[in-house]
T-cell receptor
Framework: DADVTQTPRNRITKTGKRIMLECSQTKGHDRMYWYRQDPGLGLRLIYYSFDVKDINKGEISDGYSVSRQAQAKFSLSLESAIPNQTALYFC?????????????FGPGTRLTVL | SQQGEEDPQALSIQEGENATMNCSYKTSINNLQWYRQNSGRGLVHLILIRSNEREKHSGRLRVTLDTSKKSSSLLITASRAADTASYFCATGGNNRLAFGKGNQVVVIP
């Protein structure tokens, strides 16, 4: 079984809808991240969490919110989806004990907003 | 924030040839990492080099780091069709990673 899972893997929705993307991990890592990837722009950090009680904005948090329900679960919400949020979304984890920031990625969620 | 930038953006080579890609960054770092992404899939960590290291090897991968020039290179020797992917550098520090835009490598069988 994959260490970092994301659901759904694909989603098509309409403008204005509320969407939640979920991420779960079995690696026992304390840190979790949400990124979006757009062609030609690389990965951009949306939100990150260093533990259950810690949530931080990344470089592009506007229009998004997150919830760290447990150490193993980190969900991303789009409160009112818009077409320019169409992208590939990745969840990642890391272990602060390693001190290297090496991250482990989920398989991604392809989101299309019509 | 730190920002990795790869160069060149796209590379097409024959199977068996070596592939080299470069990355530059702007601020001081604790380490620099390279990741591979197969089409539409999650990134996979390949190799990490710390700021006090100059060269590191892992299988067919060789990475160098020049902190005076704020640059790194990734060499894949004896490329295979399965090496076709996008390769990203990421600079580590301040408990976060900053990713570059990626190099697309196509290995022609």
């Amino acid at each position: 079984d994959a260490d970092v899972t994301q659901t759904p893997r694909n989603r098509i929705t309409k403008t204005g809808k509320r969407i939640m993307l979920e991420c779960s991990q079995t690696k026992g890592h304390d840190r979790m991240y949400w990124y979006r990837q757009d062609p030609g722009l690389g990965l951009r950090l949306i939100y990150y969490s260093f533990d259950v009680k810690d949530i931080n904005k990344g470089e592009i948090s506007d229009g998004y919110s997150v919830s760290r329900q447990a150490q193993a679960k980190f969900s991303l919400s789009l409160e009112s989806a818009i077409p320019n949020q169409t992208a590939l979304y990745f969840c990642a984890t890391s272990n602060s004990g390693k001190g290297t920031d090496t991250q482990y990625f989920g398989p991604g969620t392809r989101l299309t907003v019509l | 924030s730190q920002q990795g930038e790869e160069d060149p953006q796209a590379l097409s080579i024959q199977e068996g040839e070596n592939a080299t890609m470069n990355c530059s960054y702007k601020t001081s770092i604790n380490n620099l990492q390279w990741y591979r992404q197969n089409s539409g899939r999650g990134l996979v960590h390949l190799i990490l080099i710390r700021s006090n290291e100059r060269e590191k090897h892992s299988g067919r991968l060789r990475v160098t780091l020049d902190t005076s020039k704020k640059s790194s290179s990734l060499l894949i020797t004896a490329s295979r069709a399965a090496d076709t992917a996008s390769y990203f550098c990421a600079t580590g520090g301040n408990n976060r990673l900053a990713f570059g835009k990626g190099n697309q490598v196509v290995v022609i069988p």
